[in-house]
């Protein structure tokens, strides 16, 4: 996503992502901060070899995190592709803004416990509440430098 570019986007039924989504990185003002909001009615499936997402993501049914897309929706990724019986060999995923559903089912198991080598014990899925989202406008346009104050609470389990 370009720099300056603001975009909501709403889809009736499932979102289906099969590449990185990124934003562009050479900001110079905040009115140069990319927004993107992705509001699902419906399931959001992620293919395996996504490994970074920016933006925000709200879906009213289950966000699946390893999904092989190539086999239909819904369909869970078996074997390396989510790195289930091999020694670290499948992809971490990063999330760069906010994502929000009815469930989340948290597939990849990259750093599990039972791998071994340098990715040991390391998460599978990395979410990062940047302040792009702060600055950028959160999917509404640019809300400049209009802040008092921000405050982080911890999520409620």
Do not use: H
Not at 90 to 119: D, H, W
């Amino acid at each position: 996503i370009g720099n300056g570019v603001t975009k909501t986007i709403y889809i009736k039924g499932n979102l289906i992502i099969s590449s990185n989504i990124t934003y562009a990185s050479n900001w110079t003002t905040p009115s140069d901060i990319p927004s993107l909001t992705f509001v699902v009615a419906g399931n959001i499936y992620i293919n395996p070899s996504v490994t970074q997402l920016y933006g925000n993501y709200f879906s009213t049914g289950t966000v699946y995190t390893c999904t092989d897309s190539t086999t239909g929706a819904g369909i869970y990724a078996t074997g390396a592709a989510c790195g289930m019986g091999n020694s670290g060999s499948s992809t971490q995923l990063q999330f760069y803004g906010s994502l929000m559903a009815k469930q989340i089912a948290f597939e990849r198991t990259y750093g599990a416990v039972n791998t071994n080598g340098p990715v040991a014990n390391s998460p599978a899925e990395v979410y990062n509440y940047s302040p792009a989202e702060w600055l950028g406008g959160y999917g509404t346009g640019n809300l400049g430098n209009n802040y008092g104050s921000i405050t982080n609470l911890p999520p409620l389990l």
